[in-house]
């Protein structure tokens, strides 16, 4: 089972249907019916704390696929994919992926007063 009420602009409007902003898409982000489209792959929000889940689309908290909540979850598989020679490294699990800042300068050398 999976949800049926995301809470995404691209799975809850009908194909052929036209957005023009926020304001004419709370027709189908209001909509009782489930959504038109299945985002394969995409992982929601999840459970409150107490293991409820609410499959409503106007509650994002619970029905909201972020980059956030995916961004570990694809990092996860990919390294579980185990690329070409099919093993899992966990100390390189994420070597591919390259740093957000530069590299710290190295430090300075022994001091001689």
């Keep these: 089972k999976y ?7 691209g799975a809850s409007i009908p194909k052929g249907k036209s957005s023009r902003g926020c304001t004419t ?3 189908y982000r209001n909509s009782k019916s489930p959504n038109p489209h299945t985002l394969v ?3 929601v929000a999840g459970p409150s704390s107490r293991d409820h889940y609410q499959d409503v689309r106007m509650n994002y908290n619970y029905s ?3 980059i956030a909540g995916n961004a570990a979850l694809t ?6 994919s185990g690329g070409d020679n099919g093993k ?3 100390n390189t699990i994420f070597s591919a992926i390259p740093p957000m800042y530069p590299a710290a300068p190295p430090p300075p050398g022994p001091w001689n007063p």
């Excluded at 949800?3 to 602009?9: A, D, E, M």
């Excluded at 990092?75 to 579980?80: F, G, K, M, V």
Aim: proline residues 8%; without cysteine.
């Design 3 to 9: 949800p049926t009420h995301v809470h995404h602009r």
């Design 25 to 27: 898409a709370y027709k």
């Design 41 to 43: 792959g995409a992982m």
């Design 64 to 66: 909201e696929p972020t």
């Design 75 to 80: 990092a996860a598989l990919i390294a579980l």
């Design 88 to 90: 899992v490294d966990a």
